[in-house]
T-cell receptor, first 113, second 112 residues
Framework: DAGITQSPRHKVTETGTPVTLRCHQTENHRYMYWYRQDPGHGLRLIHYSYGVKDTDKGEVSDGYSVSRSKTEDFLLTLESATSSQTSVYFC????????????FGEGSRLTVL | DAKTTQPNSMESNEEEPVHLPCNHSTISGTDYIHWYRQLPSQGPEYVIHGLTSNVNNRMASLAIAEDRKSSTLILHRATLRDAAVYYCILSIVKTSYDKVIFGPGTSLSVIP
């Protein structure tokens, strides 16, 4: 199994508070992604990174920011959480090698009250 | 960006073959076809991928139409553990997944 861990796995917070989710990998993969998953929507890309300090927006980036100061860590921050950001968040990594296989973390369930 | 369409849900009896279809009529010549599945309360996991030829691995087979506008994931003998949501996506293998769109997928139920 790919070495990818997400923290925290579960979090309950209140509207207006900042929240940071962490994705940590031990695979030295170049590309890292943050998705959110909501019923009926499949997986939607929030932000992604193609290297240290290199990030870009996905299809649902409003209200989220990311940072990647070193290869192994990709942080997702909700500056001021809203109830619409209640979701399950998945981190994924790939080296875009021959298979281009994406490896996913186990998810972080965030509830914003 | 190329998109895929899949049935929302399918059912299969245990130990019977399952054919999961995917349409991708706007596929480009450099797009690879990937399949992932997501078991309940887990992150998605890779199943198989292909470009033009049919592919087999220990988990499944992938049959790709000659015009590449559709493909079928084949589970040869469905087990209860195969009950999951299956996603068909397109990507250029040698680049990042920034253009990949994961739709709602097909929810597969396996009946004992």
């Amino acid at each position: 199994d790919a070495g990818i861990t997400q923290s925290p796995r579960h979090k309950v917070t209140e509207t207006g508070t900042p929240v940071t989710l962490r994705c940590h990998q031990t695979e030295n993969h170049r590309y890292m992604y943050w998705y959110r998953q909501d019923p009926g929507h499949g997986l939607r890309l929030i932000h992604y990174s193609y290297g240290v300090k290199d990030t870009d927006k996905g299809e649902v980036s409003d209200g989220y920011s990311v940072s990647r100061s070193k290869t192994e860590d990709f942080l997702l921050t909700l500056e001021s959480a809203t109830s619409s950001q209640t979701s399950v968040y998945f981190c994924a990594i790939t080296n875009s090698g021959e298979t281009g296989e994406l490896f996913f973390g186990e998810g972080s369930r965030l509830t914003v009250l | 960006d190329a998109k895929t369409t899949q049935p929302n849900s399918m059912e299969s009896n245990e130990e019977e073959p399952v054919h999961l279809p995917c349409n991708h009529s706007t596929i480009s010549g450099t797009d690879y076809i990937h399949w992932y599945r997501q078991l309940p309360s887990q992150g998605p996991e890779y199943v198989i991928h292909g470009l033009t030829s049919n592919v087999n691995n220990r988990m499944a087979s992938l049959a790709i139409a000659e015009d590449r506008k559709s493909s079928t994931l084949i589970l040869h003998r469905a087990t209860l553990r195969d009950a999951a949501v299956y996603y068909c996506i397109l990507s250029i293998v040698k680049t990042s997944y920034d253009k990949v769109i994961f739709g709602p997928g097909t929810s597969l139920s396996v009946i004992p």
